[in-house]
């Protein structure tokens, strides 16, 4: 995802992009909270929104591709599948029709540019709080769909008492829709009925079953699927935890009202409240299900020892050994640490991790081990950190040494007058050079040998 925004606050330009890493470096007041507050928003509403641009856009697509398998055998296949308890696999093939992509292409992108302008909106009642903004959001690299377009894939069917289920997470629900039939397999093999619900609203009488009828339905749904399939690098499936610079501040006024109302209600910043809200779910998680039980051991080099949890769901102690070190005693490391931990929530899938200032209140050494951690997200999520720091930015420049193949864009929000623009900064023989650093290192250097040498 490429966003351009103008006129963001202070923010006069911006042209941002994703990638497995992606750092922001800027003075303080450069304006790097509401940018990635923005970022945040709008990667959020496209997952909110998916159903919707899926659903809009398939009219389009079913006219102009097809799904191409022997359809007149899905009946005989599910049939089959039923009555003999067996696992059976169903090839599909999706193809764009000759010459078809452009009015797919634009009923994408009218789907597509209508949620930029919500996203616009939301960005100026609850990352700005001032609805009389002018800000100005443009997505650089509407997705688009080719001729050429062809996915295969092969979906794995079982069946309980009650219903289908695929091992593909993502057909998994819309494929059960079509086939939440209560209790099939008694219908089939007791004969009790001639009709079953497919779905509300539907039914298809039993010959086994209406053949035509349930392979339209499980079309349009593999259409669907397949729709979601092209999207989903794009900007679907970006789940995003938000760890805003004061972080353990918002853990101790976390309240379960906040919950329930909008940032701008409570008098919140946009990543307060995107925040907070994880944090209580993520305790919630750990209070009704006790279900954190693998931390991955790299979170416990980070805390030195293993966090353990009380039965409101919060950290109550580290374990190192067979010393218990209580809350109340952590090191100031630790408490940074602690909302690390939310990554794990089994309940969601964060692909996508924004921390604010990482290395605040860290020493050298820590640092280090933050940089480590971050080494090992990098091969699970997509990173975005900011930072003022010159010897943390050298720890990272300093991976990305190490790594020339992670994907990366490095920026600089200049501030100047008061007005600030973001520089994307080019790679060279020693890595990213920000003009930040550069400029106060060498005045301090100057300074220092002045004054050593009694100037």
Avoid: W
């Avoid at 941002?16 to 940018?35: C, F, M, P, Q, R």
């Avoid at 599948?81 to 029709?97: A, P, R, S, V, Y």
């Amino acid at each position: 995802m490429k966003l351009h925004l103008k006129k963001l606050g202070h923010i006069e330009n911006a042209v941002i992009e994703d990638a497995d890493l992606v750092v922001i470096v800027g003075d303080n007041g450069s304006g790097k909270t509401l940018l990635l507050e923005s970022v945040a928003l709008v990667k959020q509403a496209f997952e909110m929104n998916k159903k919707t641009i899926v659903d809009n856009v398939f009219k389009s697509v079913k006219k102009n591709s097809e799904i191409v398998t022997d359809i007149k055998k899905i009946g005989k296949e599910l049939e089959s599948l039923i009555l003999n308890d067996d696992n059976q696999g169903i090839t599909f093939n999706f193809e764009i029709k000759p010459n078809a992509e452009e009015e797919i292409n634009e009923a994408l992108h009218k789907e597509i540019t209508k949620l930029i302008n919500t996203s616009k909106q939301m960005i100026k009642e609850r990352v700005l709080l001032d609805d009389d903004s002018i800000v100005e959001l443009e997505l650089l690299d509407i997705p688009k769909f080719k001729e050429e377009t062809h996915l295969c894939s092969v979906y794995s069917f079982y069946v309980t008492d009650s219903i289908f289920i695929t091992n593909n997470l993502d057909a998994k629900k819309q494929l059960a829709d079509i086939f939440d039939i209560i209790n099939l397999r008694k219908f089939i093999k007791e004969d009790m009925a001639n009709i079953v619900d497919i779905t509300p609203g539907d039914t298809v009488y039993r010959n086994f079953l209406n053949y035509d009828k349930l392979s339209e339905k499980f079309c349009d749904s593999l259409i669907k699927i397949f729709i979601q399939e092209i999207l989903a690098t794009y900007f679907f499936n970006t789940h995003t935890l938000f760890l805003p610079s004061e972080r353990n501040t918002y853990i101790q006024n976390a309240i379960p009202k906040i919950v329930e109302q909008d940032n701008r209600s409570l008098g919140m910043r946009y990543s307060e409240h995107l925040f907070v809200k994880e944090y209580l779910n993520f305790t919630s998680a750990i209070k009704n299900y006790s279900i954190l039980s693998n931390i991955p051991n790299e979170y416990n080099l980070l805390f030195d020892g293993t966090p353990t949890f009380n039965e409101d769901g919060e950290v109550e102690s580290i374990v190192q050994d067979d010393k218990v070190i209580k809350k109340v005693l952590f090191s100031t490391k630790m408490n940074r640490m602690v909302p690390y931990l939310i990554i794990n929530n089994p309940l969601k899938n964060y692909n996508t991790l924004i921390v604010e200032e990482p290395e605040a209140h860290m020493s050298l050494k820590s640092m280090t081990d933050l940089v480590n951690f971050f080494k090992y997200l990098l091969e699970r999520k997509s990173l975005f950190i900011t930072t003022h720091s010159d010897v943390f930015f050298t720890k990272i420049n300093n991976l990305l040494l190490k790594n020339p193949d992670t994907s990366v864009k490095i920026y600089e929000l200049v501030l100047e007058n008061r007005k600030s623009n973001l520089k994307e900064i080019i790679k060279n023989e020693y890595g990213y050079k920000i003009e930040l650093f550069s400029n106060e290192l060498e005045e301090l250097f100057n300074e220092t040998i002045e004054l050593q040498n009694g100037d």
